[in-house]
């Protein structure tokens, strides 16, 4: 079964954006777009909103007016249009769920709130079952440029960042980028060192190139599924959070994992991910994994 690229629209300028740069990637990976509108009709006592008929029309024309945006710069683009009947942060997960992945926008700049981080993105991100993309409102296909990387964070070990590493060499081949794989590493403290530990580090000559073998170990079926894809791998020490973001300026996009399962608190995003959703400038896809 071939899964669209689904954009999760609300006429926002920002979910626009989103829009567009899922029109962007569709057309380059060959795949069908799908434009969401999650809605529940909500009459108002205090003013006169208009019947059930009279929004649900309202919302289509809507939604047929943000896919005609898409079809005009894309004449090829195969694009369908469904008006999903719902909570929003249930509907738009659902909709992830049958999706290649699910692409949301974002306001503002610097911090995320409102469409994106308020309590219904949250519960999209966290509860989504494929890669959830979030785009800034203002994001231009000039961001796009040749030169700049697709760059992923990598941590475990190779079967931990198996569906992140994935989704960003298959984004790297659809547009002839190169991936810059990021792997951060911090000093353990004392009581994590053991005999078996100790073992290995002193095999891999020390805790740098023990943390560079880790991420070659992971990179390489990758490299060999993509021969063409130019791949950086960076290693550096620092938290996950503050070595992406230095590398985040030559970023066309930010992939991030955030680990599936539900805690004792519920689904959580991840400190990362929140970091690069509240920091970075280009967007940033959050890939669910084991």
Do not use: N
């Not at 992945?101 to 981080?117: N, P």
């Not at 951060?184 to 004392?190: E, K, M, N, V, Y």
């Amino acid at each position: 079964m071939t899964r669209p690229i689904t954009a999760g629209v609300d006429g926002t300028q920002e979910s626009l954006a989103g829009l567009a740069w899922a029109a962007r990637e569709a057309v380059r990976r060959g795949l069908p777009l799908r434009v969401v509108h999650a809605w529940r009709f909500q009459p108002h006592d205090a003013i006169d909103a208009g019947s059930e008929d009279t929004q649900t029309q309202w919302v289509r024309d809507g939604l047929a007016e943000a896919a005609r945006s898409v079809t005009e710069r894309h004449p090829g683009l195969e694009v369908a249009t469904d008006v999903v009947d719902g909570a929003p942060a249930e509907a738009l997960a659902d909709a992830a769920g049958e999706a290649e992945m699910l692409v949301l926008g974002s306001r503002g700049h610097g911090r995320v709130v409102g469409f994106l981080l308020g309590s219904v993105g949250q519960q999209v991100i966290a509860g989504a079952t494929r890669p959830v993309v979030l785009v800034r409102a203002g994001d231009q296909p000039s961001s796009e440029v040749a030169g700049h990387e697709i760059v992923v964070g990598q941590q475990g070990d190779a079967e931990d960042s198996a569906a992140v590493l994935r989704f960003a060499f298959e984004t790297a081949a659809a547009r002839g980028a190169t991936v810059r794989a990021v792997r951060a590493w911090t000093l353990p403290p004392l009581f994590a060192y053991s005999p078996a530990s100790m073992k290995m580090l002193d095999e891999a000559g020390g805790l740098e190139p023990y943390e560079k073998k880790a991420l070659a170990e992971a990179l390489r079926p990758w490299r060999e599924r993509f021969p063409d894809v130019h791949v950086v791998e960076h290693v550096e020490m620092g938290s996950g959070g503050q070595v992406l973001l230095s590398v985040a300026g030559r970023a066309q996009l930010m992939v991030v994992g955030r680990r599936a399962h539900r805690t004792a608190a519920g689904a959580r995003i991840g400190s990362v991910a929140h970091g690069m959703l509240h920091h970075a400038d280009c967007p940033v896809a959050v890939v669910p994994h084991a």
